[in-house]
């Protein structure tokens, strides 16, 4: 995971920390080989990033419905913070 987030940050060009939570990720069983073979094909992260960051910077807030606000996100990673490395 180290490659991948050091990868983003790149592409952001900014120093950003992030923070993983484990969630499950369903894959499936046969981890896309049948989709590439069918001709799925893959650009290289650093410029899925780059065009997702572009893309973002050029939206406004009122587009931005999704996910958690400001102060309840801060919750959430101190909470998890805190499990992760209790006092």
């Given at each position: ?36 073979n ?5 650009q290289?992260l650093?410029?899925i990033?780059?065009?997702t ?6 939206r ?13 996100e801060?919750?959430v ?11």
């Open positions: 995971m180290g490659k991948f987030w050091n990868t983003c940050q790149a592409a952001g060009g900014a120093a950003s920390m992030y923070t993983w939570v484990d969630e499950e990720i369903q894959l499936p069983a046969d981890g896309g080989q049948r989709a590439t069918e001709g799925l094909t893959f290289p650093r410029e990033m780059w065009d960051l572009t893309w973002e910077s050029a406004t807030e009122t587009e931005r419905k999704a996910g958690l606000d400001p102060g309840k801060q919750a990673l101190k909470s998890w913070s805190r499990k992760m490395m209790p006092v």
